[in-house]
């Protein structure tokens, strides 16, 4: 009789365990890429004219946003998301690298790179390239950009472009998307998620 006890006690003791284990499993508010893939390995130019490799970044979670300077309204939002997030996640801010790629090589030199993000945050990396790798990483992470003519604007041209972010875990692979205006909050959980694992 004892013995039958004993095993419907570690049957639920087993059953409690399962439970318990699922509960505590995160689940992700952006949307999920499932399953991950590898991300595009590339090598860019930065704001402060240095080669930067994205496989440097091994280790940590990488944000990616394609934009430009000119941008009037979805890059400096987004860019404004990004500082704050940053600061939110105080002493675990540094395991996270925060990208923004030109999809406006024309117009944006190193130097302008560097002034647009300076006014948000100068911990965001901007980067810029040839036009031929450019188009490799745009076409690699889903970036659409077109140019849009502006006859009757100082500016002559904007460029339409994605709003989304790709993030990219630790390993190197890519695992959120996460859509313009999103819940900065939801956000943060997701990416503090990721640099727990």
């Known amino acids: 009789m004892n013995i039958v006890r004993t ?3 570690a049957v639920v003791c087993l059953m409690l365990l399962i439970l318990l284990s699922s509960c505590g499993s995160y689940q992700f508010k952006n949307t999920q890429l499932t399953p ?4 595009y390995e590339f090598g860019l130019t930065d704001q402060n004219n240095q080669p930067f490799a994205l496989n440097s970044q091994r280790g940590k979670v990488v944000m990616i ?3 430009y300077t000119n941008c009037p309204d979805v890059c400096p939002a ?3 998301d990004m500082q704050i997030l940053r600061n939110r996640l105080g002493s675990q801010q540094d395991k ?3 990208l923004f790629i030109t ?3 024309e117009r944006d030199t190193v130097a302008r790179l560097k002034q647009f993000v300076d006014r948000f ?3 965001i990396v901007a980067l810029t390239g040839d036009p031929t790798t450019l188009a490799q990483v745009y076409k690699a992470y889903g970036a659409g950009a077109q140019r849009r003519e502006l006859p009757d604007s100082a500016l002559k041209y904007a460029m339409d472009h994605t709003s989304t972010l790709t993030v990219i875990d630790k390993q190197g692979q890519r695992r959120l998307l996460i859509g313009f205006g999103s819940d900065l909050t939801d956000t943060q959980n997701d990416i503090t998620a990721l640099i727990n694992e």
């Not at 991950?36 to 991300?39: G, R």
């Open 96 to 98: 996270v690298t925060m």
């Open 36 to 39: 991950p893939d590898a991300a």
């Open 7 to 9: 095993r419907q006690f």
């Open 65 to 67: 946003f394609f934009g």
């Open 78 to 80: 987004t860019l404004s």
């Open 103 to 105: 999809v406006d090589p």
């Open 121 to 123: 945050d100068s911990h």
